[in-house]
């Protein structure tokens, strides 16, 4: 093992399919940060690795395509901006979670990637496929909140979590892809409020 590494001349540590997590780092947050500079333009697998100091081929051997490093990236940061809070108490969860998804996307370089890649989605089956695998896990955080809400009595056995969801990303997507409205804390807290008796 010593002389393979000591073959590398130098670079990075990521031979085979094994990720070094540096490298993987760099990654994501390269293509982030040029999803949402690129203002509609392009952003090619050259410049995502140019940017990260890596070589191209290693995005090629980690993911199946550039969108989904991009949705990796973007997923990761969600993960660490948006957590699925449990406080005990389902109004106060509820009002975080959704708080901190509206002021999570609107941070650079959030919210301009999210915008660009959901008007490439709208172009590109595969990414909306990849799209959709990310919203689902936004989805599944904030039903996760609700279910424990139900199983501690907060809310009635009939309700339909998932109708209370599109409710939530209903209002999410429709002000951030329009910017007709505000996305704030206020907004936040009327919405979760909005869902509970």
């Keep these: 093992m010593a002389d393979s590494e000591s073959d590398t001349g ?15 780092q760099a990654i994501l947050d390269a293509a982030l940060r040029l999803l949402g500079e690129a203002e509609g333009d392009s952003v090619t697998v050259e410049t995502i690795a140019r940017a990260a100091g890596v070589g191209k081929q290693t995005l090629y ?13 973007l997923a990761e940061r969600a993960q660490q901006t948006v957590p699925a809070p449990d406080h005990g108490n389902l109004r106060d969860d509820l009002r975080v979670l959704v708080a901190a998804t509206f002021a999570g996307a609107q941070r650079p370089p ?3 990637a999210l915008r660009a890649l959901a008007r490439e989605a709208a172009r590109d089956p595969q990414l909306a496929v990849l799209m959709r695998e990310f919203t689902e896990s ?21 309700r339909d979590l998932d109708l209370m969801v599109d409710q939530v990303y209903g209002v999410f997507w429709y002000r951030f892809l329009l910017g007709h409205a505000p996305l704030d804390e206020g907004t936040a807290t009327i919405l979760a409020d909005s869902l509970l008796p």
């Excluded at 990075?12 to 399919?17: F, Q, S």
């Excluded at 051997?61 to 990236?73: D, T």
């Excluded at 904030?142 to 009595?153: A, D, M, P, T």
């Design 61 to 73: 051997r980690w993911w199946p395509s550039k969108g989904a490093v991009f949705l990796e990236a």
């Design 110 to 112: 959030v919210g301009p």
């Design 10 to 24: 130098g670079a990075r540590p990521h031979t085979g399919r094994r990720r070094n997590e540096a490298a993987r």
């Design 138 to 158: 936004r989805r599944a955080a904030l039903r996760e909140v609700l279910e424990r809400g139900r199983e501690r009595g907060e809310l009635e056995a009939g």
